[in-house]
Each structure stands twice: as structure tokens, then as C-alpha cells.
């Protein structure tokens, strides 16, 4: 079925061809948002709330982009949402602290995340690098994401940002930039010798 | 300097460490979970703030709340009618048998 025919019948309500776009997508949607969320279980609601919004909206589609691009796109704006919200309810729960409520928050501690991608020898710098992944901001997150996890073209994250791709590019030598300076000083704090 | 070297090293290894990951897989059964989902959305809600969402049903409950309480109003005030007209009878009474006391005063000349 070629991307068309699969567009109209979502369009129709057919139920074979939604399970088709799940099963196309369902990886590179999750790979996305975990590369993102840093979070298994909050990568696969976002990932089935991404296809749930498609599902919804596929009618407005009117498939200017590829669909690929348009799931990015969703995926993306979904897991940033979410990082959002998780960082609303950080500084809430850090006030109630600072209040002196007795209710501690687990979400206060910063989680150590591996992608399950990485090689097993990895794991260790790997782990330095997500932190540091996570404190970029959203923009240089999303196409460092993109392209060093989900190793998309500068041209399709220009798609899926809906800007240029010299903006990509300077997106991404910023994302370097920024984390070498975060490992810089966490190395600094953590190997003095 | 040989700190330097080291932490640069470090940094270096770290930013190396993403070159070549594979993309992850969702567990098994995730369209089932996503089908699961997509039905308990689509499903009425029964929770607690679910009547807040139902406009008519709270509008037809304001709707009774105002009918109940303009009756309640109206009640009172006419409760309150019948009660100063049973004082003023009272009284009219109270004036005709009692409050002029001479007009009987002959039957104490016997």
C-alpha cells in the first residue's frame, strides 16, 4: 500500500490500515520520545498518545509533509509537553519541601537513564551524556535527538522543525557546544584525580 | 595538565559513546495496550469530577437549585403575611373583649 493509499484509507476509519501505520511507526515513534523523555514508561504513553492524536486528526491532514514527518512532529511536541509538565511538577514538589510538607518526592531525584541502544562498554559515558542531554534546551534537545539518536538527515529534522537546515545546523554545533561545557564540570566535580 | 588531558578524554569518550546505538523496541503487545487505551477514552467517564464535564445535567441541577429556592422565598414571605394578619386579628380581639374595661364598670354599681 503506498503512502496515499494508506493516508485515504486512515481517512475511511479503516481499522487494518491504522494497524498498519502502528506497526510502521511504533519504533521509530517510542525511540523518539525515549530519546527525549529519557523514560521508559513515559516514552510508551507518550508513544501511544502520539498515535492516538493521528488517529484523531488524521482527517486535517492535508499531507503537505510525509507522514514520517508528521508522526516526528507530533512525537516530538508530545515529549516536550510532557517534559514540561514533569518540570511544573518538579518545582511543585520542591516548594512543598521547602514548606516543610512530610510527603517527599521521588521525582525530586534526578534518574539515571541508558538508552537500551547503547553498547553494553558504553553504558558508563553514556549515562554522563544523557544527563547532559537533558539539561540542553527543548530546541537543540529535539535535533540533537534526532539526529545522533534517531539518526535522522538535517534535512528531515528541518522538515519535522518546519525550518531551515542551516538552523539545524546551528542548532546542533550549540547542542555540542553546550554539552561539552555540562560534562566539562560534571567531570570536573566527579574525577578530580 | 594531565587532569585536563584526562577530563578532556572523558568528555570526548562520552559525546563517542551514542555513535552507533541502535533504535529501541517497544515491548510486545503495544498495539493491544494502544487499542486498550483508545477504548477507555472513548468510554463515558464515571469519575469523580465527571458531572462537571456533563453541562446539561449541571445546568438541569442549577435550574432545580434556583426553582427550589425561589420557592423557599416565597414560602417564608407568605408565612410571614399570615402571621401579621393573625396578630392584627388578635388584637382586634383582644380590643373589643378587653382593653376597655369601663364598659362594664355598671355591673359593679350593684
Known amino acids: 500500500m503506498s503512502e496515499d493509499q494508506l493516508i485515504l484509507a486512515l ?26 523523555l529519557q523514560n521508559e514508561s513515559d516514552a510508551e ?25 508528521w508522526l516526528y512532529r507530533i512525537a ?35 534518574a539515571h537513564f541508558v538508552h537500551p541502544g547503547i553498547e553494553m562498554e558504553q553504558k558508563e559515558n553514556a549515562e554522563a551524556l544523557f544527563q547532559a542531554i ?27 522543525m518546519e525550518t531551515s537546515v542551516s538552523s539545524v545546523e546551528s542548532l546542533m554545533f550549540r547542542s555540542k557546544k553546550n554539552l561539552q561545557k ?3 564540570s560534571y567531570y570536573e566535580k566527579n574525577f578530580r584525580d | 595538565m594531565k ?16 555513535e552507533g546505538i541502535e533504535s529501541a523496541e517497544v515491548k510486545p503487545y503495544f498495539y493491544t495496550r494502544l487499542q486498550a487505551k483508545m477504548e477507555n477514552q472513548m468510554a463515558p467517564s464515571y ?16 435550574a432545580v437549585f434556583f426553582v427550589f429556592n425561589l420557592t423557599s422565598i416565597v414560602f417564608l414571605s407568605g408565612s410571614q403575611n399570615t402571621d401579621s394578619t393573625a396578630t392584627s386579628a388578635l388584637d382586634e380581639f383582644s380590643e373589643e373583649y378587653f382593653s376597655n374595661p369601663n364598659v362594664y364598670d355598671y355591673l359593679n354599681d350593684y
Open chain 1, 134 to 160: 537533558a539539561q540542553l534546551p527543548e530546541t537543540q534537545k529535539v535535533a540533537f535527538t534526532l539526529h545522533k539518536i534517531e539518526g535522522l538527515a538535517y534535512q528531515q529534522i528541518s522538515e519535522i
Open chain 1, 45 to 69: 504513553e507518550t508513544a501511544q498518545d502520539v498515535f492516538i492524536e493521528v488517529h484523531r486528526s488524521i482527517g486535517a491532514f492535508r499531507g503537505d509533509s510525509k507522514l514520517s514527518t
Open chain 2, 47 to 62: 469519575g469523580k469530577f465527571s458531572i462537571l464535564a456533563n453541562l446539561k445535567l449541571s445546568l438541569a441541577m442549577l
Open chain 2, 3 to 18: 587532569n585536563e588531558n584526562n577530563i578532556e578524554t572523558k568528555i570526548n569518550q562520552a559525546l563517542n559513546s551514542i
Open chain 1, 11 to 36: 481517512k475511511e476509519g479503516s481499522e487494518s490500515a491504522f494497524r498498519d501505520l502502528v506497526e510502521t511507526h511504533q519504533n521509530r515513534v517510542y525511540n523518539t520520545c525515549l530519546g527525549l
Open chain 1, 76 to 110: 516530538t511536541t508530545k515529549s516536550l509537553e510532557l517534559i514540561r509538565k514533569n518540570k511544573r511538577q518538579k518545582r511543585f514538589a520542591f516548594l512543598q519541601s521547602l514548606a516543610g510538607s512530610d510527603e517527599k518526592s521521588d521525582s525530586l531525584k534526578q
Open chain 1, 182 to 184: 555540562t560534562l566539562k
